[in-house]
């Protein structure tokens, strides 16, 4: 009987964002911890050493490797920073998880220019000035794979009135478009996961009543976790993906394909049934 040799033996990678504040994983701590458990070794970037301490105990306690590099993405200096650290650290670099994310609500009538200015900031900028100096590293080891975290946001409406949100997660695809395009001959691979409803340290605050709204209202009836994502994003980090670059992959249990009608109960006779009776 073979052992399996680890998807990303040998890879370092960098996770922005990696870092958890609660007991629920988000994006970036479930991201790391796999790409871990598949042999990659892993910078874990996040403005709290606290939050990133959670997510190193975890991939050490599972005899990975990983490191934490603290700083600001928002920064050229610091993401200029973060991959000179992962080169210094483990001699290279192969996978960059663009993941950070911030949110305000409000309109364009009513969104308050500050906070737009900081989403644009957080939510693409970090992506751009990461990007920039992740790249030249990826060159020197022959190539590798960008992952941005975008969201289905990003495509269509989305059920909350945070236009500034929205708009920087369509800016992500766009980015990763234009970045696919543009360093595909240098080696460099970028693709980007947009996630549907799921369940992390980002909606931790919901209800369960909202919960449920969200769950009931994909095809699969099913809510999804920070770990769907986190399993994309090995995928499109390893070479199983190796041919493809500049798509969008939504991890959103079917939710971008349908519209609200499609996924009512029917009855036998295939009408829906009335107000007080559907069940989303």
């Not at 996040?46 to 050490?60: K, Y």
């Not at 769907?228 to 994003?233: E, N, Y």
């Amino acid at each position: 009987m073979t052992t399996r040799k680890p998807r990303l033996d040998g890879k370092v990678a960098i996770v922005t964002g990696a870092g958890t504040q609660g007991d629920v994983a988000g994006t970036g701590q479930a991201t790391a911890v796999l790409l871990a458990r598949e042999g990659a070794k892993v910078l874990l970037a996040d403005r709290s050493e606290e939050n990133a301490g959670r997510t190193l105990e975890t991939i050490e306690k599972e005899g990975g490797t990983a490191s934490i590099f603290t700083g600001d993405v928002t920064r050229s200096a610091d993401c200029r920073s973060m991959a000179e650290t992962a080169v210094a650290r483990y001699g290279g670099l192969h996978i960059l998880f663009n993941n950070v994310g911030l949110s305000y609500p409000g309109t364009v009538v009513d969104v308050r220019e500050e906070h737009w200015d900081e989403i644009m900031s957080v939510n693409i900028k970090s992506m751009m000035l990461a990007s920039r100096h992740a790249i030249p590293a990826m060159m020197k080891t022959g190539g590798g794979s960008i992952i941005n975290v975008a969201s289905i946001d990003g495509f269509r409406s989305g059920w909350s009135y945070n236009v500034a949100y929205e708009t920087s997660k369509g800016g992500v695809i766009a980015l990763t478009i234009n970045m696919a395009v543009q360093h595909g001959r240098d080696g460099i691979r970028v693709n980007c996961i947009a996630p549907g409803h799921l369940h992390g340290s980002f909606t931790a605050g919901l209800s369960d009543a909202h919960r449920e709204l969200r769950k009931r209202s994909t095809p699969l009836g099913t809510e999804g976790t920070a770990w769907d994502v986190g399993h994309a994003a090995v995928f499109l980090a390893s070479e199983e993906s190796r041919w493809i670059t500049g798509v969008t992959l939504p991890v959103d249990a079917g939710s971008s394909i349908a519209l609200p009608l499609s996924v009512l109960p029917r009855d036998e006779d295939g009408i829906l049934p009335d107000a007080e009776s559907a069940r989303f």
